[in-house]
């Protein structure tokens, strides 16, 4: 290696220790990486803001950025709550049925938009359903916390480590619900049976209770009617154009961006309002990652790496996907799976080589892993750290090892039967 | 003018006191909130009706507002009930929250008292004699008096 090749590795491994030990915030530590890397030379204006294999992937910041612009302007309707309301009432005030309903308007939801942003629409609402209800919150709150990983698995946009794949992948909207799709639907039929099992099978039904969460009325949420007809529109249109892409060739982040200024343009918010779901500290440390990944791609180790695990596993594909998968869930676990994706998407990248190759179902591998593995642990995915904290914020504080007592279950089982659905589809069935 | 000469009874409840209690005496008196004191008589804090409501209105409600318009009178009665059983100590937020309470004494100014009303927000100032609670000086009683002196002037 040259000694600018070493020099980016010991600054990468620095900022990785710095974000998992969390010594100091994450977005100082990739921007600090990133300024050592720029003034050594490593980075420079091509490499770090115009090369799509070396530095920032405009993709991935602006796909996230218009979705959140979409969530911003929709939010102000209502539709959200009104819809977990409708859920609850659905199912008529009894408590598992409840948790269930609750479950699956999670996991959809966090399909469509980004996980923390579902898991804090729905959290308000479980909050005043479980009031209602006279059941304690806690269980339902680590229930969507678990599902919108799930959930935000089947797609694309579901989940920020798939939006990191998929443009680093050339992988579309129609290929993530194609392959993860099914096994989604399979792990959300599983993780309700596991949750009767941790929840369902002590909850207890009150006939008072259930009266009071009928009487909700979840039309009231609505606030702004005409407002939620164009983002109903406007979000088919932006679906639409997902998954279309493969004939309109409009990228995915192009389609979120122009339904993200139809969105401002019809509903004549301030950008106070269409801005307020932006998480710019987010964006930035997306970018500052792309240039510390990107920099080890420039000097050469990606590709030595890459090649070296290419022949090292051959044409091992099932060895090659099980250890992904795996290590990436028990990763996934511990440390940020954003930074863990963007610095294995490269490695993989030169794995699969261009074009279709035998070892591409490493992307799915790499997928399962780094978003089911989040659930383990309390920490191991951003939605169960904004779920503990709204929940300790309304008087119904979470530990680390509750959470992760559940969660451990809950990754495990849909882990390995993830790694079967692999197994079998891209290797015995292939 | 000395704070002496503005100062109005004002209604003030100790930290056990019941809450439920302390909150009638409050809307009995037309007032904005009340002067909590401690064992000896010395005001700890002003615990305004805005206070009041955030410490029994649930913080979901308060992060997602849209849901106050869906929930009937039933659930905002019981919401209002949750006062049952607290106590005055319950509903002030925690000591390391706490600010200093806006406190001055019976020869104090007027001046004083609107410099510290504008710097804290507070609709009151506590007004004090040898450090036990006198009376207060409520935002309202100041300005009636600023404008009768513009007038006279």
Same mark, same amino acid.
């Given at each position: 290696m040259t000694p600018t090749a070493v020099a980016a590795v010991v600054v990468f491994a620095v900022v990785y220790v710095l974000i998992a030990s969390e010594k100091i915030d994450r977005i100082a530590a990739v921007l600090g990486g990133a300024g050592v890397l720029a003034l050594i030379g490593v980075i420079t204006v091509d490499t770090g803001f115009h090369a799509p294999e070396t530095g920032i992937d405009w993709n991935v910041i602006f796909l996230l950025f218009g979705m959140m612009v979409i969530v911003s302007v929709t939010k102000q309707t209502g539709v959200f709550e009104y819809v977990a309301i409708l859920a609850a009432k659905l199912a008529r005030g009894r408590p598992f049925a409840v948790m269930v309903t609750l479950v699956l308007v999670t996991a959809v939801a966090s399909a469509l938009l980004d996980n923390v942003t579902t898991v804090l629409l729905i959290a308000p609402v479980t909050l005043l359903v479980c009031d209602r209800l006279r059941q304690a919150p806690e269980p339902y709150l680590i229930a969507e916390a678990l599902a919108s990983n799930i959930g935000g698995t +089947?797609? $694309? *946009? @579901? %989940?920020p480590p798939n939006i990191i794949i998929g443009s680093r992948a050339g992988l579309d909207f129609n290929a993530f619900l194609w392959h993860l799709g099914p096994i989604v639907v399979v792990l959300l039929a599983v993780f309700i049976g596991l949750a009767w099992l941790m929840w369902g099978r002590t909850m207890v039904a009150d006939a008072k209770a259930a009266e009071n969460v009928m009487r $909700? %009325?979840?039309?009231? +949420? *609505? !606030?702004n009617p005409r407002l939620l007809v164009s983002c109903a529109v406007v979000l088919l249109l932006v679906l639409a154009g997902f998954v279309t892409h493969s004939i309109t060739h409009i990228d995915p982040s192009i389609v979120a961006l122009l339904g993200a200024g139809v969105l401002v343009a019809v509903s004549r918010l301030g950008p106070k309002e269409f801005l307020e779901d932006v998480e710019w500290s987010t964006l930035v440390f997306f970018m500052g990652l792309f240039m510390l990944v990107g920099s080890l791609v420039h000097v050469g180790v990606i590709e030595q790496l890459g090649r070296w695990l290419a022949e090292s596993v051959g044409d091992r594909l099932l060895f090659a996907g099980t250890v992904l998968l795996f290590v990436s869930g028990i990763l996934s676990a511990i440390i940020d799976n954003i930074p863990y994706v963007a610095t294995l998407t490269p490695i993989v990248s030169e794995m699969t @080589? =261009? @074009? !279709? @190759? =035998? $070892? %591409?179902p490493l992307w799915w591998a790499l997928a399962l892993g780094a978003d089911l593995g989040g659930n383990a642990t309390a920490i191991g995915a951003s939605a169960n750290v904004v779920i503990i904290g709204i929940a300790a914020r309304n008087g119904h504080p979470i530990s680390f090892w509750r959470f992760t007592r559940y969660g451990v279950l809950v990754a495990a089982v849909t882990l390995v039967i993830a790694w079967a659905y692999w197994a079998l589809r891209y290797v015995v069935l292939a | 003018m000395r704070l002496e000469e503005l100062a109005e009874d004002f209604p003030a409840a100790e930290l056990g006191a019941d809450a439920a209690e302390a909150v009638l005496q409050m809307a009995a008196a037309h007032r904005v909130g009340i002067v909590v004191l401690d064992g000896a008589g010395a005001p700890l804090a002003v615990l305004t009706g805005a206070r009041i409501l955030a410490a029994v209105i649930p913080r979901y409600l308060r992060d997602d507002p849209g849901l106050a318009r869906v929930v009937d009178q039933n659930a905002a009665d019981e919401i209002f009930e949750r006062l049952a059983g607290k106590t005055v100590a319950d509903l002030l937020p925690r000591r390391e929250e706490r600010s200093e309470p806006p406190v001055l004494g019976v020869d104090d100014t007027s001046m004083e008292a609107a410099v510290m009303m504008a710097a804290t927000g507070s609709p009151l100032v506590a007004v004090t004699r040898d450090g036990r609670f006198v009376g207060a000086v409520t935002i309202s009683r100041l300005l009636r008096f600023a404008a009768e002196r513009a007038e006279e002037r």
């Open positions: +089947a797609t $694309l *946009i @579901g %989940d $909700l %009325d979840e039309k009231e +949420a *609505i !606030s @080589g =261009p @074009g !279709s @190759g =035998p $070892l %591409d | -």
